[in-house]
């Protein structure tokens, strides 16, 4: 039975630069890469590709020898340029210089009717879709050898300056139920769409067949697929859920359909520091150098792949992550404010009254930058956690338990309920400027690997 769930705990973050229902008049890119760091669980990366190989869209170019059936293949078609290494020899990129014209690999397409689940999962993980699978808890690269007890899905973002899915799945609506008709085959239990109950639902989610679609409304972070797991079937020890983008849906819809890998997107390009924002076609891995070069309105700028709570902070040559439909370009904030917190002004944003002293007469865009306005420093206990987090667990105390490693109360505390980006909002707020997204996932990692 679907649900209606009405949130009132978040904060909205309204910033300037959001991209216009429009497609903006930028070049092509030219180079595209797959990181590894984009997938967090990978432990023993393998590469399978040399500079110089040649590839085709849906080429397995590297695996995790922990997960060896799990394929991670090019997004595009060309010549493998550079295989980047870090300290360590640690793998960051593979780079690929794209042809003119995109040629795929044929993974054989998918008759749902018949294949069963095994199979299915096989060709899943070989054809290079498997990644958009996400366990929880923990937020890994779903494990194809386990079976979740429901699939969730985030039909909206409440993010800062987030693309609409309605726009940038346009025309995609057969491909995103072959996706769905394919993931009801992977678990015994439901799979749940869930949708802005604010908005006026597009009709690629709202015509959905096969699937239990629940109503969410409210601040931010009432768009985050964890909250919504919290309110329909919370994730307790011993259970397993996965979770998927819209975009991945329909990545597996096409895999199913047509039996190849299709990288191509609709990505938002935004942030307050562009002269031009809208709505782009490219493919996954994107370098956003012809988006952003030559689109600036100054030189000192911090470009984000994803949104400004949960991205990834990139070069202007940087690329685009696997998860991510977004790229934010906001001022760089390393600059002193004479008096910072302390000087009154109607154009800070803020969920603190004292900072944004004036902050209620305006009720318009912000334009931000990096700053924190602060330094770390230990924690101070106002209660400002729990009305940003619409979640029945402590935030503060949970944190704390991280911090000393106490296993049994992180556990009873709720972290495996939650991931980094379900705390980005309380680390926005967070009066000590504590790193709490990274914070999580060290507790995460202690409960995985203990």
């Not at 935004?270 to 891995?285: A, I, P």
Request: hydrophobic share 40%; charged share 25%; with cysteine.
């Amino acid at each position: 039975m679907s649900k209606i769930v009405k949130l009132k705990k978040g904060f909205d973050i309204n910033l300037a630069g959001k991209a216009a229902q429009e497609f903006a008049d930028l070049a092509a890119a030219q180079t595209f890469a797959i990181k590894p760091t984009d997938f967090l669980g990978i432990q023993r990366p393998k590469v399978l590709v040399n500079e110089g190989d040649t590839v085709k869209a849906g080429t397995p170019i590297l695996f995790d020898k922990a997960m060896d059936q799990v394929m991670y293949v090019a997004p595009v078609s060309g010549e493998i340029v550079e295989v980047k290494r870090g300290e360590k020899r640690k793998l960051l990129e593979i780079r690929i210089l794209a042809d003119k014209e995109i040629s795929y690999e044929d993974h054989g397409k998918i008759n749902l009717s018949s294949v069963d689940r095994d199979t299915l999962k096989s060709k899943l993980a070989a054809g290079g879709v498997w990644p958009h699978l996400i366990q929880r808890p923990y937020g890994v690269v779903a494990n194809p050898a386990e079976t979740p007890k429901a699939i969730f899905i985030s039909a909206f973002d409440t993010n800062p300056l987030a693309p609409d899915y309605g726009f940038t799945l346009q025309g995609e609506e057969s491909y995103f139920q072959a996706g769905l008709d394919a993931l009801v085959k992977l678990t015994d239990g439901k799979v749940h769409l869930n949708v802005d109950g604010s908005k006026s639902v597009p009709g690629i989610f709202s015509n959905a067949k096969g699937v239990v679609i629940n109503k969410f409304s409210g601040p931010h972070p009432a768009g985050n697929v964890g909250v919504q797991i919290h309110h329909l079937d919370p994730i307790n020890k011993g259970d397993l859920a996965w979770t998927i983008s819209p975009f991945g849906v329909v990545q597996i819809g096409k895999l199913v359909v047509n039996g190849v890998f299709d990288a191509s997107k609709v990505v938002a390009v935004t942030g307050s520091e562009l002269t031009k924002t809208g709505y782009v076609k490219t493919l996954g891995g994107a370098s956003v150098t012809s988006f952003v070069k030559g689109n600036l309105n100054s030189g000192h700028v911090r470009v984000i792949s994803g949104n400004v709570l949960t991205g990834e902070k990139i070069s202007l040559e940087g690329y685009l992550g696997f998860y991510h439909s977004q790229i934010t370009v906001i001022p760089e904030g390393d600059q002193e404010e004479f008096l910072g917190w302390l000087k009154p002004s109607a154009k800070k944003l803020s969920f603190h009254k004292a900072i944004g002293l004036f902050s209620f007469l305006n009720k318009g865009e912000f334009k931000v930058d990096t700053n924190t306005h602060g330094e770390e420093r230990p924690f101070v206990v106002t209660g400002v956690f729990e009305k940003v987090l619409p979640m029945d667990i402590l935030p503060t105390y949970l944190f704390k338990a991280i911090i000393a490693e106490d296993f049994d109360e992180m556990e009873e505390l709720g972290l495996y309920e939650i991931i980094e980006e379900d705390v980005a909002l309380c680390e926005f707020v967070d009066p000590s400027k504590n790193e709490l997204q990274e914070l999580v996932r060290s507790g995460i990692e202690l409960l995985m690997y203990s």
